[in-house]
């Protein structure tokens, strides 16, 4: 049974930072890039960023470029987003999710539950 889990949200001021964790079990964890998304009440689910089942590959969305920071440490079965500078718009739930490839093909398989992010301004 595949499970993915999220950690580290929280309330933070403007210009604060935070980390997220997104723990998994029951796969293969290398053989699938893992993406971070984000939903604001009222608005669609966004991209926020991914990383390749190796790690050597990532991208983000515009909105987050220079600010995040995707990594992962497949030892762990974990990947991370460091997210700094943060804006209230950056206020969502953010969750991860599992591609069904290591080279991120956008189509994810697996969810998290989420977990929340607050930036108060």
């Known amino acids: 049974q595949v499970q993915l889990v999220e950690s580290g949200g929280g309330l933070v001021q403007t210009g604060g930072s935070l980390r997220l964790s997104c723990a998994a079990s029951?796969?293969?964890?290398?053989?699938?890039?893992i993406g971070w998304f984000r939903q604001a009440p009222g608005k669609e689910r966004e991209f926020v960023a991914a990383?390749?089942?190796?790690?050597?590959?990532?991208k983000y969305a515009d909105s987050t470029k220079g600010r995040f920071t995707i990594s992962r440490d497949n030892t762990k079965n974990t990947v991370y987003l460091q997210m700094n500078s943060l804006k209230p718009e950056d206020t969502a739930d953010y969750s991860c999710?599992?591609?069904?490839?290591?080279?991120?093909?956008?189509?994810?398989?697996?969810w998290g539950q989420g977990t929340q992010v607050t930036v108060s301004s």
């Open positions: 999710a599992a591609d069904q490839s290591a080279l991120g093909v956008g189509q994810y398989t697996y």
């Open positions: 029951g796969l293969t964890f290398s053989r699938f890039a």
């Open positions: 990383v390749s089942g190796s790690g050597r590959s990532t």
